[in-house]
């Protein structure tokens, strides 16, 4: 039986997420740019269920999409979820028997940039114990900041950690992350706040509403969003020019934290 127009596993082991992209600076001066994106939403422990399953997804190899190690946790190719599960052990946070999901770009025509994927991390008894940010610079480097996750089910998530890894060179080490989000359902909402001892210096925001993880809606959403890398690429290098010409601050790249996970 073809897997076109089913649900390969219960929801939310596999989507995708039509949507965009925000940011807006708000100090010393405004700027702001939004873009159209999808993203897959996977538990991570059935990667090759759904390389079997699906025709233009794939694990490991070339296809119209697809997810490789190599982009993600280590990027050594090594499993993603021992690499997680290790970090959470370092903080005591036990995630044996419990599912995790990420949240990413995929690859596209064999090509990514994630300049966040996000991972939802649940323990055995199915309550979200964490979640793992993990963040890529242009210059090829990536840092994680692994939070633990205590609120209500249903409630918006609160979190918040100081930044350790630089990532736009017109801002600086000395700031704040605060996060407000949603565990992802029919709707996308995820917002990242961005505080320095001036207040507010940007907002990023990921929104989208969800769509069944088909042959049928991989083809459908490629056909939208054929270049959709090249134009994450693209476009973070224009908003740098933008932000330069209008006379932002230049901060040198400090060296990469000690440690990849905080």
Not at 129 to 149: D, M
Not at 154 to 168: D, L, P, Y
């Amino acid at each position: 039986m073809q897997p076109d127009d089913k649900i390969l596993s219960s929801p939310p082991a596999c989507a995708l997420y039509t949507g965009s992209v925000y940011h807006e600076r708000h100090h010393p001066f405004t700027h702001r740019f939004r873009y159209r994106v999808f993203m897959v939403w996977l538990d991570i422990d059935r990667l090759e269920i759904l390389d079997r399953t699906l025709r233009f997804f794939s694990f490991g190899k070339w296809n119209v999409i697809g997810i490789s190690n190599h982009d993600h946790a280590a990027r050594d190719g090594s499993a993603i979820r021992p690499w997680i599960e290790q970090a959470a052990h370092r903080k005591q946070i036990d995630l044996t028997g419990g599912r995790i999901f990420m949240l990413a770009f995929p690859r596209l025509w064999g090509y990514v940039f994630n300049p966040l994927t996000i991972y939802f991390c649940y323990g055995a008894d199915g309550a979200l114990k964490a979640i793992l940010y993990q963040v890529k610079n242009t210059f090829g480097e990536q840092h994680s900041y692994l939070l633990p996750v205590t609120r209500e089910k249903g409630e918006k998530i609160t979190q918040q950690c100081a930044k350790a890894f630089h990532v736009s060179p017109f801002i600086g080490m000395d700031c704040t992350y605060k996060f407000r989000l949603y565990e992802p359902g029919e709707r996308l909402d995820i917002a990242i706040h961005q505080f320095t001892p001036d207040g507010k210096i940007l907002t990023a925001t990921w929104q989208g509403i969800r769509r069944d993880l088909t042959d049928r809606m991989i083809v459908k959403t490629v056909l939208r969003f054929p270049m959709m890398t090249i134009k994450i690429i693209a476009g973070i290098h224009r908003e740098a020019f933008s932000l330069w010409r209008k006379g932002a601050t230049y901060h040198k790249k400090p060296p990469a934290p000690p440690h990849d996970v905080s």
